[in-house]
């Protein structure tokens, strides 16, 4: 068992690896281990645990969407595209500089594109897509889709 107040490692869903989190369950429920979660004021000890999340900036779901992918042959090239759910910031770099950084808090259109040239003696399109529902888009899954020269090369859920 792990003192109080320090982080433990807990394990996540199956397939996936672990993720840290204060300990604050024993110490919101005043004891240790299984007998916190079995009987020592669980109602308190979770909304302590979610008040910690939220303060730290860890929430208990995924806000957040990282994909990557390699553009060229002989010119390699990554791209990175992140995306906040909760406020709306897309950013997309090549190598590390910034390509495209917008925040959008509504829009009408259901796929939101951007078109860049990767490459220099080896010229790429690359067009990376947004699509999302029209009823409570911003609550459901939006999915991403990366394509160069026309071909899918990357696809994730956002």
């Known amino acids: 068992m ?4 320090h982080d433990v490692l807990l394990p996540a869903a199956p397939g996936g690896g672990g993720r840290r989190r204060r300990n604050l369950l024993e110490e919101a429920a005043g004891t240790g281990g299984a007998a ?54 897309v950013s997309i770099k090549v190598d590390g500089r910034s390509v495209v950084r917008t925040i959008r808090m509504g829009s009408i259109d259901l796929v939101k594109h951007w078109d860049f040239v990767v490459g220099t003696n080896e010229r790429h399109n690359v067009r990376v897509e947004k699509h999302r529902e029209r009823i409570l888009g911003a609550f459901r899954p939006q999915p991403f889709r990366a394509y160069v020269d026309g071909q899918l090369v990357a696809e994730e859920i956002g």
């Open 2 to 5: 792990a003192p109080l107040g």
């Open 36 to 89: 916190a979660a079995a009987g020592g004021a669980p109602a308190v000890a979770a909304a302590a645990v979610l008040l910690s999340d939220a303060y730290t900036g860890r929430l208990p779901y995924s806000a957040g969407m990282r994909m990557s992918f390699d553009v060229g042959v002989e010119e390699r090239h990554q791209v990175q595209v992140s995306f906040n759910k909760f406020w709306g910031a």
